[in-house]
């Protein structure tokens, strides 16, 4: 089993940063993947950021040029670092890992960005 706990969200205004912490219960060494989601009521639960074991970083469009997706295997802890947030950024964002045929999610983290 994997726990793993998201922090950093909060309510920013459009333009400003935030950076999202997921520290997860193991060494993540050896986890083949791990993102970021994020979901808005209503919808589906989309991909924001995804970071491979060896490191290959993968954005949605929308966050493109924006977002910045990162791993310390040594503190187990995945970062997405978000700058030139807008409105549409809004939503609960979620950590997830994937890890010998299992996937793992946290808790999420709202994040709110005012116009």
């Known amino acids: 089993q994997v726990q793993l706990v998201e922090s950093g969200g909060g309510l920013v205004q459009a333009g400003g940063s935030l950076r999202l912490s997921c520290a997860a219960s193991r060494n993540i060494f050896n986890f083949n993947v791990m993102g970021w989601y994020r979901q808005v009521p209503g919808k589906q639960r989309e991909l924001v950021a995804t970071?491979?074991?060896?490191?290959?970083?993968d954005y949605a469009d929308s966050v493109q040029g924006r977002f910045t997706i990162s791993r310390d295997n040594a503190k187990n802890t995945v970062y997405l670092q978000m700058n030139s947030l807008k409105p549409e950024d809004t939503g609960i964002y979620y950590c997830e890992a994937d890890h010998i045929g299992s996937t793992y999610w946290g808790q999420g983290t709202q994040v709110s960005v005012s116009s």
């Open positions: 970071i491979t074991r060896n490191g290959r970083t």
